[in-house]
């Protein structure tokens, strides 16, 4: 009777045995499968986290463009010297240079959420700050600030295209983060022109804190945590004081599909120092990219610079006329930054091709033994080129007394199309280059563009003063030809480099890991020391 009775009970424990045993399989099975995913965010939400990343990061190129056609008008205002506003000018792209290489620590340190909040918070202060003030130091001042709560905002958005795609679609999706700065330059002018002419000078600041409250507002309902070293791909949760709406019912789903929140997908547990885009300035291979890159945009903003003064010079044009003929800048910009975003990553897939490497979609492609600088060099060289033969009439046809509006169009395109497409593969060169801290490696990318940037805009007058236009383009053109060897060198070794630069790491994480392991046996051993001396002198059992 009781052998009849326990049968059953056997049975009925085999059954929920393997039920067990296939449920845990499963979520092993689900696991392993996470893990595997390079992001499990899906391909809707990741365009439109970066289309998010590219309407923020449009705050720093239309804060500096949006400024250009007022400037007259706020001179008179604040009783000051043009020379004293154009100083304004100067500084913003300073301090524009200089505000990311510590947001981008912030960002791959803590996460892209709080930094983006950071810099909101403090561009829609400087904004109201700017529409209210009154002195010329006031707008020095706060200028200053405006540029430091704006201009993180790129490399963040480098960082989020980092975080969540992989290098075989890098060329696509940088190519969607930067429509922003792209349309920035030639948006801004036309806003600013328009504002400046009808609203009066204080609707340009004011039309900016609007712009910034949405974006902050986007920011705090909806975008989720990105950072690889924060979230992995996806399947980590961020900190509780880091998670948005969105993020919030996206875990609940995950929770209830038996998604595992595991840390084994999170990139790099030491996570890099707020300052670690200065490091990446003192590499070969980025000190010879980034130093090239800051050329060619000291080049750019010549053009952007002074193209106010040429055309008011040769068409008598007012601000909004003069705002109008940034169109064709933004538009090359566009287009490249789509044309050239599918050409970056067909090379990519050739260059995997001919060696025999598989792309598998969502999955991350190593490069520790594959040519990523040739791949992305053969489309960006040709880029440079070109553009050398498109500067170079563009500077003898503004030295004409009367240059065929036309051609000044049409010749803006194409220059804003070869240096942003240029600008777009050296942004993803080095962010491949840099997978544990992508947004300071972006952050040192736009120190170097900005610094020279200023000194770009600083000489432009001066030139086009004393050497003209047709010179000026002519000695543009011959600088960036003979110094385009800086792309050359990474080109031909930067495999080696990386190589060497990885044994070194590698050396260095070695080292620190021993030291940590001695200091730990160290109290262990005086644990176990001061153990043997108490069981030593103690008094035998029965001895008493």
Same mark, same amino acid.
């Given at each position: 009777?009781?052998a009849l009775?326990?049968t ?7 059954v ?11 979520v092993e =099975?689900?696991?392993?499968?996470t ?7 899906p ?5 439109l ?7 923020a ?14 400037l007259n ?7 000051t010297t043009?020379?004293?506003?154009n100083?304004?000018v100067?500084t913003?792209?300073?301090?524009q240079g200089l ?5 981008g620590?912030?960002s791959?340190? @803590?996460g892209?959420?709080?930094?983006y909040l950071?810099?909101?918070t403090v561009?829609?202060?400087a904004?109201?700050?700017l ?8 707008l020095?001042?706060?200028r ?8 993180g905002?790129?490399a963040?958005s ?10 075989a ?6 190519g969607y ?6 349309l920035?330059?030639?948006l801004?002018?036309?806003?600013g022109?328009?504002l400046a002419?009808f609203?009066?000078?204080r ?5 900016l804190?609007?712009?910034a409250?949405?974006?902050?507002t986007v920011?705090v309902?909806f975008?989720?945590?990105?950072c690889?070293?924060?979230?992995g791909?996806g399947?980590?949760?961020a900190q509780k004081?880091n998670i948005?709406? *969105?993020a919030?019912?996206?875990l609940? $789903?995950q929770r209830?599909?038996?998604v ?5 997908t999170v990139?790099n547990?030491?996570r ?11 590499? $070969?291979?980025s000190?010879l990219?980034l130093l ?7 080049g750019f903003? *010549? *053009?952007?610079?002074g193209?106010?003064a040429?055309l008011a010079?040769a ?5 909004i006329?003069?705002g109008?003929c940034?169109?064709?800048i933004?538009c090359?910009?566009?287009v ?12 990519f897939?050739r260059h995997?091709?001919?060696l025999g490497i598989?792309i ?5 492609q ?7 600088e040739? =791949?992305?060099l053969?489309?960006?060289?040709p880029?440079?080129?070109?553009g050398c033969?498109a500067?170079?009439? @563009?500077?003898?046809?503004?030295s ?7 051609a000044?169009?049409?010749?803006l395109?194409?220059?804003a199309?070869v240096?942003?497409g240029s600008?777009q ?6 962010v491949d ?14 120190l170097?563009?900005?610094l020279l940037?200023a000194?770009?805009?600083a000489a432009?007058i001066p030139?086009l003063d004393?050497i003209?236009?047709g010179w000026?383009?002519?000695?543009v053109?011959?600088?960036w030809?003979l110094?385009?060897a ?5 080109m031909?070794?930067g495999?080696?480099w ?7 790491q590698?050396a260095?994480?070695?080292k620190?890991?021993n030291?940590?392991d001695v200091?730990k046996a160290?109290?262990?051993a ?7 001396e108490?069981?030593?002198g103690?008094p035998?059992?029965g001895t008493?």
């Amino acid at each position: 009777m009781i052998a009849l009775m326990e049968t059953p009970r056997t049975a009925s424990t085999s059954v929920t045995e393997e039920a067990q045993s296939s449920n845990a399989l499963a979520v092993e =099975a689900n696991k392993d499968d996470t893990e595997s995913q390079f992001s499990t965010f899906p391909s809707i939400e990741k365009k439109l986290y970066v289309y998010i990343a590219s309407c923020a990061a449009f705050a720093s190129p239309v804060s500096s463009s949006i400024y250009y056609p007022a400037l007259n008008i706020i001179a008179s205002d604040l009783n000051t010297t043009l020379a004293n506003i154009n100083l304004t000018v100067t500084t913003y792209m300073i301090f524009q240079g200089l505000a990311p290489t510590i947001v981008g620590g912030i960002s791959d340190r @803590y996460g892209r959420r709080p930094a983006y909040l950071i810099c909101f918070t403090v561009y829609i202060c400087a904004n109201v700050g700017l529409a209210i003030q009154s002195n010329f130091v006031a707008l020095l001042v706060l200028r200053c600030l405006q540029s430091c709560g704006s201009s993180g905002t790129v490399a963040l958005s480098s960082g989020v295209v980092s975080d969540i795609a992989t290098r075989a679609e890098r060329g696509k999706y940088i190519g969607y983060a930067a429509l922003g700065t792209s349309l920035g330059p030639a948006l801004g002018p036309v806003i600013g022109g328009l504002l400046a002419h009808f609203l009066g000078w204080r609707s340009i600041f004011w039309f900016l804190t609007i712009y910034a409250g949405f974006m902050l507002t986007v920011f705090v309902v909806f975008i989720p945590e990105t950072c690889r070293n924060i979230v992995g791909n996806g399947s980590v949760a961020a900190q509780k004081w880091n998670i948005s709406l *969105i993020a919030y019912f996206r875990l609940r $789903k995950q929770r209830k599909d038996g998604v595992a929140l595991s840390q084994e997908t999170v990139q790099n547990k030491r996570r890099p120092g707020i300052l670690s885009s200065l490091p990446i300035l003192l590499e $070969k291979e980025s000190f010879l990219l980034l130093l090239y890159g800051g050329i060619l945009f000291a080049g750019f903003y *010549i *053009i952007m610079a002074g193209l106010p003064a040429q055309l008011a010079r040769a068409y008598s044009f007012n601000s909004i006329q003069i705002g109008l003929c940034y169109l064709p800048i933004g538009c090359g910009s566009i287009v490249a930054r789509t044309t050239v975003g599918r050409a970056i990553d067909w090379n990519f897939s050739r260059h995997c091709r001919k060696l025999g490497i598989e792309i598998v979609k969502g999955k991350q492609q190593s490069i520790e033994n594959f040519p990523v600088e040739r =791949a992305r060099l053969e489309i960006g060289l040709p880029l440079v080129y070109f553009g050398c033969a498109a500067f170079l009439p @563009y500077g003898w046809v503004m030295s004409l007394p009367n240059p065929p509006l036309a051609a000044v169009v049409v010749l803006l395109f194409l220059n804003a199309y070869v240096l942003s497409g240029s600008f777009q593969i050296l942004n993803v060169l080095v962010v491949d280059c840099h997978p544990d801290s992508s947004a300071a490696a972006s952050a040192a990318l736009n120190l170097v563009r900005c610094l020279l940037g200023a000194g770009g805009v600083a000489a432009v007058i001066p030139l086009l003063d004393s050497i003209g236009s047709g010179w000026t383009g002519t000695m543009v053109t011959l600088i960036w030809i003979l110094t385009s060897a800086m792309w050359w060198a990474p080109m031909i070794w930067g495999p080696r480099w990386r190589a060497e630069k990885k044994i070194k790491q590698d050396a260095k994480r070695a080292k620190e890991e021993n030291s940590r392991d001695v200091e730990k046996a160290v109290p262990t051993a005086y644990g176990a020391t001061q153990s043997n001396e108490t069981t030593v002198g103690a008094p035998e059992k029965g001895t008493w």
